[in-house]
């Protein structure tokens, strides 16, 4: 079971810089071919204000200042044992490239399932533009599995 | 494309399927760059194993990244309000996806129109992969 005191744990803080070439590449990545997600022209013509950043590519953001695999270390969980258990996203804004954003996490809940087999790591972050606008709300359900506790 | 209206949509209409091609290792490698999860257990099949797997399997994100084209290809992203997702089962190596939803609840709130979605990815043997909802804004 993991230690109960990090409910309410803050995470660092973290400003994550959307990069066009970075949209590019997720967009290729999940087989995106729509010229309005690659293309700063057709995204203009789309009436965005530049490349619009996908409803799911934020979720990158934790991971990618290493906050994520930090928080897991100190939590004390191999990171071959965690699976995503729910994710969600709810939208204020439309962010787009060149916006710098950032990302404010938090532990909000830990639990446990199935006799400590599986323990259960909820973390709420909001993330605003460089305006101090509203971006979204994310939350991430991690599942931690206990491969020993379990076979106990 | 015609963009859906709050008053033409109605409860029970399915939205456009959207067919993935089939998993393979390069599209986790490249998912792992270009998304930022860099967890070996998705892209190294010696870290797999030892971690008791016995593959490397899908991150949940590209299943639900593929939800997010679905959607946004039948109303433009900027209506997207909320989309949320359980993940239900994992993803391997060679499965081949495809993303659906249908029209469950019309209602106002705070002065917006809004249509909830109920969505999920299958594979082809039927096993549902994700499941959640999604509210649109429409006008």
Not at chain 1, 98 to 112: A, P, Q, T
Not at chain 2, 92 to 99: D, Q, R, V
Request: a negative charge; hydrophobic letters at 40%.
């Amino acid at each position: 079971m993991i230690d109960p005191k990090f409910i309410g744990h803050q995470l660092p803080s973290t400003l994550f810089e959307v990069e066009k070439g970075r949209l590019r590449f997720f967009a290729k990545a999940i087989g995106e071919t729509r010229p309005e997600y690659l293309d700063e022209a057709a995204a203009k013509a789309a009436g965005f204000r530049n490349l619009p950043v996908p409803p799911t590519f934020l979720m990158g953001v934790d991971l990618d200042a290493g906050i994520m695999f930090t928080l897991l270390e100190e939590l004390g969980i191999p990171i071959g044992n965690i699976l995503h258990g729910e994710q969600s996203f709810t939208y204020h804004a439309q962010a787009y490239a060149g916006d710098v954003l950032k990302v404010e996490s938090r532990i909000s809940d830990i639990y446990s399932k199935k006799g400590g087999a599986l323990d259960f790591i909820v973390k709420d972050s909001m993330i605003t533009d460089q305006n101090g606008v509203k971006v979204m709300e994310t939350r991430s359900v991690i599942v931690a599995r206990n491969p020993k506790e379990h076979s106990a | 494309m015609s963009l859906p209206t709050f008053d033409q949509v109605k409860v029970g209409d399915e939205l456009p399927a959207l067919e993935l091609p089939r998993i393979t290792r390069t599209t986790l490698a490249l998912f792992a760059g270009a998304s930022g999860d860099h967890n070996p257990v998705h892209i190294d099949l010696d870290f797999a194993k030892s971690a008791g797997m016995p593959d490397v399997f899908a991150h949940g994100m590209l299943p639900m990244a593929y939800l997010g084209r679905f959607l946004t290809h039948w109303a433009p992203q900027p209506q997207l309000r909320h989309f949320s997702v359980r993940f239900l089962a994992i993803t391997p190596i060679g499965a081949k996806l495809s993303c659906g939803g249908k029209v469950v609840e019309k209602f106002e709130r705070n002065g917006q129109t809004l249509v909830k979605l109920e969505i999920g990815v299958v594979d082809d043997n039927g096993d549902v992969k994700l499941s959640g909802d999604a509210l649109v804004e429409l006008k």
